[in-house]
């Protein structure tokens, strides 16, 4: 089994270790690459011996490391990203990014609550010279969608949350999304297909990218967002299985990397189609 670093290199430089992309194109295509390449470090981990090297060069400048400066670093990350707190998706990591690069919430389920809202809207006014992103993430297996489509499938369990009003908060806005997710997949597989058991695990995955990509046209709508080079929202799905993003799209079956969140309703509905025809969520179903 193969030996795998991954290395924060500082070294004394009078430029940035890496240079900021120039628009949200550009920052769109470093995220993708970064985790491209994060997950395929680890493809081949199994094969043989040796040692694999990831170096991800680090400004010191960020962290007040350069001799004669004086005052705290100066904020520019190129994107703000909304992901879920779950601890196996280390955002900076699995984005090969690493300190000042990215503004990062994170929140279980990934919601879009008042705080967060307030957080982006501090990026987005404060930060605006460096940040190109707006990035939801959601991941596969989340637990907070799943209680959702837990409590969707039999609505009795929600009778323990009466008084939890904390958690109804991340669940309530959830199950709008759940239900949706529900009536594409009886409409296009049949009513049939509550029946099979791998009709949960499609729910969950199912409502988990249609999750992220109505929060990432949220932000859109929130922000006002009209000129896609300067700032822009889009989505994504995390998969802990491949540590690729995952986002179903029309014609292309894998669905790697973020996409750009869709822009009105037939946006939704394309993407609605994606998903069911993805063999990601034709696998649960296949599976019986
Ligand atoms: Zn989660």
């Known amino acids: 089994m193969k030996t795998v670093d991954i290395i924060y290199r500082y070294e004394a430089r009078d430029t940035l270790a890496r240079p900021l992309p120039s628009d949200s194109n550009a920052a769109l295509l470093r995220l993708n690459h970064g985790n491209r390449a994060f997950a395929a470090l680890l493809d081949h981990v199994k094969d043989e011996s040796g040692l694999i090297q990831q170096v991800i060069p680090v400004d010191p400048r960020d962290l007040g490391l350069v001799l ?22 280390p955002v900076e990591l699995i984005f090969n990014e690493g300190p000042n690069d990215l503004f990062v919430i994170r929140v279980a389920g990934n919601g879009l609550g008042t705080e967060v809202l307030g957080s982006l809207k501090y990026a987005v006014e404060h930060l605006g010279s460096s940040l190109k992103l707006i990035v939801v993430l959601g991941h596969s297996g989340c637990g907070a969608v799943t209680a959702a489509v837990d409590v969707f499938l039999n609505p009795a369990d929600y009778l323990p949350l009466a008084t939890k009003h904390s958690l109804r908060n991340i ?7 759940v239900q949706t997710s529900a009536k594409k997949l009886l409409a296009v597989f049949g009513p049939d297909i509550a029946r099979c058991a791998g009709y949960r695990q499609a729910l969950i995955e199912a409502s988990i990218v249609t999750n992220a990509a109505l929060e990432a046209y949220s932000i859109q709508q929130e922000f006002g967002i009209s000129e896609p080079a300067k700032l822009r929202a889009v989505y994504g799905v995390y998969l802990l299985e491949t540590r690729e993003i995952w986002v179903p799209r029309l014609g292309n079956m894998k669905g790697v990397g973020l996409a750009p969140a869709p822009r009105d309703l037939a946006g939704f509905v394309d993407l609605g189609d994606a998903i069911v025809q993805s063999d990601r969520i034709a696998s649960y179903i296949k599976s019986e």
């Open 171 to 177: 669940l309530d806005r959830l199950l709008l999304v």
């Open 68 to 89: 004669g400066e004086t005052g705290i670093p100066k904020q520019r990350p190129f994107a703000a990203i909304l992901g879920c707190s779950d601890a196996r998706v």
